[in-house]
């Protein structure tokens, strides 16, 4: 019996969770000790490694969380926003770390998250990418040097199967830029804009999405003012950058006091 930690991946078959079950399976600092889909899904009683199509892993897909968190030491999920909600109520029971990159939570699914995390770690990131991170502070730091002149527009692009928008990165990165102007996004964002709209509000914070193809994630800030541009820019072209900061973050969160985390904390930024 191997003492790494026991890492559950929940969503196991979807595009995050395939990539999460290869990065724990080959990291070499944690075991995958579980992967969990929804009922009935067509995965459920397989051995995952088989499912995705390649050697058995040992690991069959359950659909009974709270078991398969009750023999790990963390859960990643990245899921959908109700099973996140559901997911952290049950991490905190078996008292596992729970690490949520699902995006597209609204106010009160991330209120309700509060009880779990008063009893068990929760890091929660609509990005775990260390370039996006960066990018977060980079964009405070550009947004506070800046007066309301330059315009702020976030626009983001993604493939055609993305439930959510803006994406969870796009509002880190509004949300960033909101702090540096001394604002609050929910007073300053502007959001889908369509029809006749009137001219642009001197302070707001525009927000564009794309879908297309296999788009795995682009994200520029946009500082546009009369005579001149700042365009901060994060391209990603591999979901392993994902699960890679997911699985830091599970790690991380051994031993730390319960509580609720981001992914500065994780990096120390
Ligand atoms: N934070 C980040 O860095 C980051 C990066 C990529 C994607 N995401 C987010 O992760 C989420 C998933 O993205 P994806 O592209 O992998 O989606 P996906 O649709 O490919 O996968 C989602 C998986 O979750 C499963 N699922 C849904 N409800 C479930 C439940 N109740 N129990 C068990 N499994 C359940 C689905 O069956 C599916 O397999 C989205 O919210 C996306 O925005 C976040
Ligand atoms: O593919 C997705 O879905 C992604 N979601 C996150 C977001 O909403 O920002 C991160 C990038 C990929």
Known sequence: ????????????????????????????????????????????????????????????VTDDPLEAFARAQAVIDFTAPQASVEFAALAAQARAVHVIGTTGLSDDQIAALEPAARHAVIIRAGNMSLGVNLLVGLTRKVAAALDADFDIEVIEAHHNRKVDAPSGTALMLGEAAAEGRGVTLAEAADRGRDGITGARERGHIGFSAIRGGDIVGEHDVLFAAPGERIVLRHVATDRAIFARGALRAALWGQDRAPGQYDMADVLGL
């Open 1 to 60: 019996m191997t003492h790494l930690p026991g890492i559950v991946v929940t969503g196991a078959s979807g595009r995050m969770g395939q990539m999460l079950v290869r990065t724990v399976a080959q990291s070499g600092r944690a075991r995958l000790a579980a992967a969990v889909e929804r009922p009935g899904h067509d995965w459920v009683g397989a051995d995952i490694g088989e499912a995705m199509g390649g050697a058995a892993l040992g690991v069959t």
